[in-house]
């Protein structure tokens, strides 16, 4: 069994004449959870799409399991489980159906079905929905049924597209909790996309970030931020038109939705900074992934348009 699960070779997917996925270069590997991250548009869905085998490449190599998606799709798709970005259970039927029903797809024996379906229903906590119609389900809820689903053929590798978006702080705590307990347990190999920088700084190993179809950074979250930026960052809120603070040495200085944000690697350097912005609300505080996505995607924007507000 190879060690890599998903290898990407100039991966590129065109809409017309836009590029939605540029040529991008990546593996996974067996074990690991390896995240997406990008902005609305950099073409996340569009990557985990093409694995899924939902939509064909333009161009470019993408193997899964050492097959090739263009040549073995039906192959592809019984190894991995998907949780696309927008909920496509079935309305009409329960939760336990839902599952009943998708595990047909599979040929999966009814009694070993069942008996999956239970321990699926377990592990994600909706024991007690077994009978729920899917609209009397909250939004969390789904997105569990969605999980449980997509575990159901027991796939080696799951691709989750932003499996707690939307969703309550503690319920998305849960489900990253859950995640990491199946990889830790099952020894699965997870893909999952998400717009939260802190939860992608915990769970996963390695990452990259996608803006406009390219790849602007990758590998481990903390190498990441050790390379990207500076270690400590002055973090000033509710700035309105103040001008941002653009010439000091040592220091990055970069304005976001009305926060001023600097970087240094000494928080010395960042004190005097605050008497500027007496009255405001501030702190001082280690660097993390966000200031990294951050910095990129507003290097990106500023090479673009000549802006540095994102
Ligand atoms: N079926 C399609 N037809 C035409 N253009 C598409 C299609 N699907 C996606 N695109 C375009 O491709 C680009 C990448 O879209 P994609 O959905 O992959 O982004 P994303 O990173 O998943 O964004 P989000 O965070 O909003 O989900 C976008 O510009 C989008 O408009
Ligand atoms: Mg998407």
């Known amino acids: 069994m190879s060690e890599n699960v998903v290898v990407a070779r100039n991966l590129t997917k065109v809409y017309g004449d836009h590029r939605a996925v540029d ?48 040549n073995a799709p039906r192959r592809v798709r019984a190894q991995i489980g998907v949780v696309p970005q927008e909920n496509n259970l079935d309305p009409d039927l329960n939760v336990l159906d839902n599952l009943l029903v998708y595990a047909r797809y599979f040929r999966i024996p009814r009694t070993e079905a069942l008996a999956r379906s239970h321990k699926l229903l377990h592990f994600t906590g909706l024991t007690d929905r077994v009978t729920a119609r899917v609209e009397e389900l909250s939004g969390g809820m789904k997105r569990r049924l969605m999980i449980a689903r997509a575990l159901l053929h027991q796939p080696k590798l799951l691709v989750l597209d932003e499996p707690t978006t939307g969703l309550d702080p503690q319920v998305r705590q849960e489900i990253w909790q859950r995640l990491a307990e199946l990889q830790k347990e099952s020894g699965a190999t997870i893909l999952i996309s998400t717009h939260y920088m802190e939860e992608a700084e915990k769970l996963c190993e390695r990452l990259i970030v996608l803006d406009k179809g390219r790849i602007l950074a990758a590998g481990a979250p903390q190498d990441l931020v050790r390379q990207s930026v500076s270690r400590y960052a002055l973090e000033v809120r509710d700035c309105d038109n103040r001008p941002l603070q653009e010439a000091l040495a040592n220091v990055q200085a970069v304005s976001r939705n009305g926060a001023h944000l600097y970087f240094a690697a000494d928080p010395e350097i960042l004190t005097p900074l605050m008497k500027y912005y007496e009255g405001h609300r501030m702190l001082i505080r280690p660097s993390n992934l966000e200031d990294v996505f951050l910095q990129l995607v507003v290097h990106e924007e500023s090479a673009n348009q000549g802006a540095h507000t994102v």
């Open 23 to 70: 040529s991008i270069d990546f593996t996974v590997t067996r074990g690991e959870i390896f995240g997406l991250l990008g902005p609305n548009g950099a073409g996340k869905s569009t990557t985990m799409r093409m694995i899924a085998c939902r939509t064909p490449l333009t161009s470019g190599e993408l193997l899964v399991e050492s097959l090739d998606v263009s």
